[in-house]
């Protein structure tokens, strides 16, 4: 199983202010559903809040010692290795946030969807320094046409296949 994570940070590796997203540019999150769609997800329970609402098509595992399990929106692990095991025999498996959950397991990740927006951006939640000597950077997309112009990336842990 190929365990990765997706997500989008500013030129100062901000993910988030005071539980949400702090930028909406349309067409920027397109990459995220592309690539999660019929895939299992694992999120954090403030994350999972901060949603608003269902992603339809995914199998959504939400770690929290607090919520109870939603069969028809979530499903619920206490800890990140109760929610790999929940995703056996899954291709890969996508880790979504927030900012704990992806510093508890940069370690774990074979592969990195990162959207860097080309601007600095206040915030309060940061995504964990990369160390670029263990990947690869295997994709990379400009895209201008946007309120803020962002660079699509994969990494891919060195020696992974």
Same mark, same amino acid.
């Given at each position: 199983?190929?365990?990765?994570?997706?997500?989008?940070?500013?030129?100062?590796?901000?993910?988030?202010?005071?539980?949400?997203?702090?930028?909406?540019?349309? $067409?920027?999150?397109?990459?995220?559903?592309?690539?999660?769609?019929?895939?299992?997800?694992?999120?954090?329970?403030?994350?999972?809040?901060?949603?608003?609402?269902?992603?339809?098509?995914?199998?959504?595992?939400?770690?929290?010692?607090?919520?109870?399990?939603?069969?028809?929106?979530?499903?619920?692990?206490? #800890?990140?290795?109760?929610?790999?095991?929940?995703?056996?025999?899954?291709?890969?498996?996508?880790?979504?946030?927030?900012?704990? =959950?992806?510093?508890?397991?940069?370690?774990?990740?074979?592969? =990195?969807?990162?959207?860097? =927006?080309?601007?600095?951006?206040? $915030?309060?939640?940061?995504?964990?320094?990369?160390?670029?000597?263990?990947?690869?950077?295997?994709?990379?997309?400009?895209?201008?046409?946007?309120?803020?112009?962002? #660079?699509?990336? #994969?990494?891919?842990?060195?020696?992974?296949?």
């Amino acid at each position: 199983m190929i365990i990765s994570h997706i997500v989008a940070i500013a030129k100062n590796n901000v993910i988030g202010k005071d539980n949400d997203i702090p930028w909406r540019i349309p $067409g920027e999150q397109l990459r995220f559903k592309e690539l999660t769609m019929n895939n299992t997800v694992i999120m954090g329970r403030k994350t999972y809040e901060s949603l608003g609402r269902k992603l339809k098509g995914r199998d959504i595992i939400v770690i929290s010692k607090t919520l109870e399990e939603n069969n028809n929106q979530y499903r619920v692990a206490h #800890t990140i290795n109760k929610a790999l095991e929940m995703s056996k025999g899954k291709d890969e498996v996508f880790i979504a946030g927030g900012g704990q =959950l992806y510093k508890d397991t940069l370690h774990l990740a074979d592969k =990195l969807y990162i959207t860097v =927006l080309d601007d600095e951006i206040e $915030g309060t939640i940061f995504y964990p320094k990369i160390d670029e000597s263990q990947y690869n950077v295997t994709f990379e997309k400009y895209v201008t046409e946007a309120v803020i112009p962002y #660079t699509y990336y #994969t990494y891919e842990r060195l020696n992974f296949y």
